[in-house]
């Protein structure tokens, strides 16, 4: 059988807060149509310069942790050269460096092989643009 590419854009509203937003139900909606019960690659793709996609536990605190994490390593204060937007914008252009912007998971049998407590998630700290675009596409 050949290979089969089949993308997505899914449109997220992460609201006016910083957000870690679980992807994972998304990614598996997705995968019931395109994988067809294949195994293969799912690319997710976040084309923000203020955002990313992390695969981490969700729901017990972790995503919260995260955020303190991100606030300690950027903290949203004027140091930053990047100064447009509200005051320490410049920190979530950053965060694609230490966040990226694409996670690339396995698929066995059409399913997304993620661990017990593994999600899919948004992460995204720039709280001046709320709508976010990810691309999820499969290769397989």
């Known amino acids: ?23 994972t139900r998304d990614c598996e909606r997705f995968l019931q149509e395109a994988a067809g019960g294949r195994d293969g690659l799912l690319n997710v793709f976040v084309p923000h310069a203020t955002a990313g996609i992390a ?20 903290p949203a204060d004027d140091r930053w ?15 694609p460096a230490l966040v990226p912007p694409h996670a690339t998971l ?22 001046d643009n709320p709508q976010r675009q990810v691309r999820l596409s499969f290769l397989g």
């Open 1 to 23: 059988m050949p290979d089969v590419f089949t993308t997505q854009v899914l449109r997220v509203t992460t609201g006016s807060s910083e957000t870690v937003f679980d992807l």
């Open 55 to 74: 695969v981490l536990e969700t729901g017990a605190g972790s995503d919260d942790d995260l955020l303190a994490a991100l606030h300690t390593l950027l």
């Open 81 to 95: 050269q990047h100064r447009h937007g509200s005051p320490g914008h410049g920190r979530d252009h950053v965060l």
């Open 106 to 127: 396995p698929v066995v049998a059409g399913r997304l092989e993620l661990g017990t407590w593994q999600s899919v998630c948004l992460v995204d700290t720039n709280k």
